[in-house]
């Protein structure tokens, strides 16, 4: 498991740069990033920015893009920003409890409280959205144990986590909607 990594002041990170082969006294997950970007030799001449802005740039059909780029975040760069996020928020393969927390807890927090305020009769509102990134999302869906959804995979724009709770007569139901891809609808996550 890879703690937070940003410079080498520690027993733990010096380990993590061990484990990665790094040097660099001032180690920061972009180092990382760029060693998953070595292990794919399709993609071995990019960096993992280009990867990822080539990403975003994939579906407006008329930008003109490198072959070699446009075959790389094609084939691998949906895999290449997962194995990322799951570095910078410490989910997935590279789970860390202190990463996930500070990505995720924050609006688990805000989630309970909305959920308690509505067991409770409190809640004005009947629904509400937030929208956020994709780290945010992925490790959401690891607090809630659906990160398979994303089949190893980055969230894409406009992927969503919907989470619905109902009265019942037995009681209160919760019920996790997700979607992973673009132009996708909701689809029930069965837990």
Known sequence: MIPLIHTTQNELEEKVLAKHNISDPLCRASLLKEKIVSSYSVCSNFTYNYIEAALAEMEEPSLEMNEELRTCASKYGKKIAYQALNIVTGVGN??????????????????????????????????????????????????????????????????????????????????????????????????
């Open 94 to 191: 590279e789970f860390n409890l202190l990463r996930a927390k500070e990505a995720i807890g924050p609006l688990m927090a805000i989630i309970k409280m909305n959920i308690d305020k509505k067991m409770n009769g409190k809640a004005k509102e009947r629904f509400r959205i937030y929208y956020s990134h994709d780290n945010v999302i992925l490790s959401l869906s690891q607090s809630l144990g659906i990160i398979s959804q994303f089949n190893g995979n980055s969230p894409e724009f406009s992927s969503a986590i919907g989470i619905e709770m109902w009265k019942k007569k037995e009681g209160i139901e919760i019920k996790i909607y997700s979607t992973a891809q673009f132009h996708e609808d909701l689809q029930p996550t069965i837990m």
